[in-house]
């Protein structure tokens, strides 16, 4: 879904009166009509550019959300594919996966890349974790449509919650991540099918070559 319209960026433009309907084309400010875009959060690129017959177009390119986050502290926001935050809009929802937990993202200028280049910042954040999950969740079909949630507990350790079932899947830290869904991957085609969903309240798949079950109580 996109999650700037034209309207909503014509119109934004209006309450800062770069344009309007009076306003002809030799009185518009196009470099700072493009920087106004630019600094949209739902904006990753913009160029503003004119034709000889005097008129002009916009063309950008909108960031498109991976994860929403709920904080600890009530706010929500979003994380984007290339790893960049932005706040949550009450005009637009994006289906995507949603993290709670022990989080709390509200400082937008910081980006998963500054983290990675970072090590103090690698060793006290847990965005580029959180961002590494994510974009392998989003970026497979089969995970994509299985998992919904990802909690952080309070050992900033994974913990994933299906679409099916109320099963807690044990993911640990963001280490193996391909080999830990693989291995979730195969047990939901070949293990869980057989053996039936309520059978099961916890599924860990933190330890190397082996996913752990615990059945619940069913009397």
């Known amino acids: 879904m996109e999650f700037l319209t034209e309207e909503e960026v014509l119109d934004r433009l209006r309450r800062r009166h770069f344009v309007s309907e009076d306003k002809v084309y030799s009185e518009l400010e196009l470099e700072k009509i493009e920087l106004a875009i630019s600094e949209m959060p739902e904006v990753k690129s913009v160029e503003v550019y004119s034709y000889i017959s005097g008129e002009w177009t916009i063309d950008l390119t909108l960031r498109e959300p991976i994860a929403r986050i709920f904080n600890v502290d009530g706010s929500s926001c979003y994380l984007d594919k290339d790893g960049t935050l932005m706040p949550w809009s009450p005009l637009h929802t994006a289906h995507v996966v949603t993290v709670t937990g022990n989080i709390n993202e509200t400082d937008y200028s910081k980006t998963v890349e500054d983290i990675i ?48 079932g109320d099963q807690r ?5 963001a280490e193996h991540i391909p080999g830990k869904f693989k291995k979730l991957e195969y047990f939901y085609t070949e293990g869980i099918s057989r053996a039936g969903w309520e059978n099961y309240d916890t599924i860990n798949i933190m330890y190397k070559s082996q996913v752990v079950c615990s059945t619940r109580n069913l009397e």
């Open 169 to 173: 899947i044990l993911f640990g830290e």
């Open 117 to 164: 280049n970072n090590d103090s910042l690698k060793t006290i954040e847990i965005l580029d974790d959180l961002y590494d999950i994510s974009t392998y969740v989003c970026s497979d079909e089969f995970l994509s449509a299985q998992i919904t949630q990802i909690h952080i507990n309070g050992y900033n350790e994974f913990e994933l919650i299906p679409r099916v």
